[in-house]
């Protein structure tokens, strides 16, 4: 029996190519829909930021100078830095762009760019009082919080 009819294919011979490129077509609908749900899913699995981790010494003198030492830990932008006083309900910030907040290396040179292992910020012209919490803040944690003590 021929296939052909008066010039036309059956029915059966017309789709014998339609069922492969449908079935691949799926095939790579579920391969970008897998790798896409993969990615995403290890996406959530990725750390998130970490807060800094620093060991600071501080110091204060009767004169109202605060010196804030690097003992250990991780390295700070300058820029990223805040000294905060709190005295009782008021609360001083002296951001690292004040003319009062110096950050000095380990030879005392006070233009760095980052506060590292050895350096200290020293800040000039503050009155502080016994019990007053003195406070340096990045932009991501407090690093460190301590209690005033003028000598």
């Not at 036309?8 to 492969?20: I, M, T, V, W, Y």
């Not at 750390?47 to 700070?76: C, F, M, Q």
């Amino acid at each position: 029996m021929r296939n052909h009819i008066h010039g036309f294919r059956k029915k059966q011979d017309r789709n014998e190519a339609l069922s492969p490129v449908i079935g691949e077509m799926l095939m790579i609908v579920l391969a970008i829909l897998l790798v896409s749900l993969f990615s995403v899913s290890l996406a959530g699995l990725l750390p998130a930021g970490r807060d800094y981790s620093i060991d600071i010494s501080h110091n204060e003198s009767a004169d109202g100078t605060i010196w804030l030492w690097h003992k250990g830990g991780d390295w700070v932008e300058k820029s990223g830095l805040t000294v905060m006083i709190i005295s009782g309900k008021t609360t001083t910030t002296i951001s690292s762009a004040n003319s009062s907040f110096h950050l000095c290396s380990e030879d005392s040179t006070c233009n760095s760019k980052t506060f590292n292992l050895g350096d200290h910020i020293r800040i000039d012209g503050m009155t502080l009082k016994p019990g007053d919490t003195i406070r340096l803040v990045s932009t991501r944690n407090v690093i460190f919080s301590g209690t005033a003590d003028p000598e």
